[in-house]
């Protein structure tokens, strides 16, 4: 297990006449056997940052410290010894495709100091521990997307390494394999206790894996804490729009110019609240009606998180006491414009079906307070 250190660390690259400032002082600790996620849209210096680890990328400026140590001047044989120690996973896989499964572990075994005589015993037990033994001696071009990844990381593993940096490490792959992966890449972490850094674009891989997120945004890290904590509370613009494109849902403009009158409110909740209640209540002692159009939940790691579009309708009063009331128990609340929602993309409108009954999957038509309640926590039991 190791800790990672990156001390206001910069990366400038110049190229072409121009200057270009992919990472802006960046401050980053990986505790000891952690999983640490880096988000951010492209562009955001994720890749850059991620490859000063292991001195991929020498940083113009800043520290770089492994357990302690200061790695930034490292140099030769104490560089190589380092990046044995630190595994890289890319998104492309990086498999040599004129050499087998084997070969390309033997690759590494080889660079790593191991004896001829011990390769094939240590790349059977390297590819037992990512499943694919019985394929030694297949060429890449024979293997899915998901089966040359898990070579990729059984080489990456040759070594013993105590960090394993994994860059955008399933955005070449299905939901399906992704999830294959991301369990691999945990047992991993937790049976071998390597710490991993992991850098995406994707939400549902962070929200799966990530035991603490940076979001980087500029060259620079905007936010960071315990996943759960930033993607159900966040603060900054760039997490804010990550996480509202993820749990993100929308109502087709056909409903909406179907709904009776009343205010349209988006509510962003942590799952575990009992939200159900509160608007019933609401309900009752205000006198008003409160309609469920739309629900999501999402987990991240154990915990959920769920967003509910609601109509509250009634005296224009009692309404806004009921907003009142619902507004102070929620992470986020957010009257929605229902003239801009009226007006959406038409062509959208289509896709989604004519209006509620046929809008996508997410959507859950009109119907009365208690009846969509329970479609939500059924929703959250099946999971
Ligand atoms: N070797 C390089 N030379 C010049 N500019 C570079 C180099 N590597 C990266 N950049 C630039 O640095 C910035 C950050 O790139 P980086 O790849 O680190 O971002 P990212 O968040 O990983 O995005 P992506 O997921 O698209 O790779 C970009 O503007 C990129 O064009």
Redesign the pocket.
Known sequence: MSVIELKDVHVT?H?GGKT?E?VKGVNLLALDGEIYGIV?Y???????LVRTINLLERPTQGRVFIDGEDITDARGARLRELRRKIGFVFQGFNLVGNLTVGQNIQFALKAGGWKRGEWRERTLELLRLVGLEDRIDSYPSGLSGGQKQRVAIARALANDPKILLCD?ATSALDLETTQDILALLRRINRELHITIVF?T?QLEVAKEIFDHVAV?ENGRIVEQGETFDVFSAPKHPTTKSLVGRFLGITLPPRLVRSLPAGELVELTYRGDDALEPLISDVARNRGVSVNVLHGNVEYFGARPIGVLIVLVSGEDAAVAAALDDIRGKVLKFEVLDRDELAAGDEAHDGEEGNGAEGAGDKTIPPTDTDKDNDKDTDKEATR
Do not use: P, Q
Not at 42 to 48: D, E, F, R
């Open positions: 690259f190229e270009v992919a951010g492209s562009g955001a210096g994720k890749s850059t955008e850098i674009h980087m």
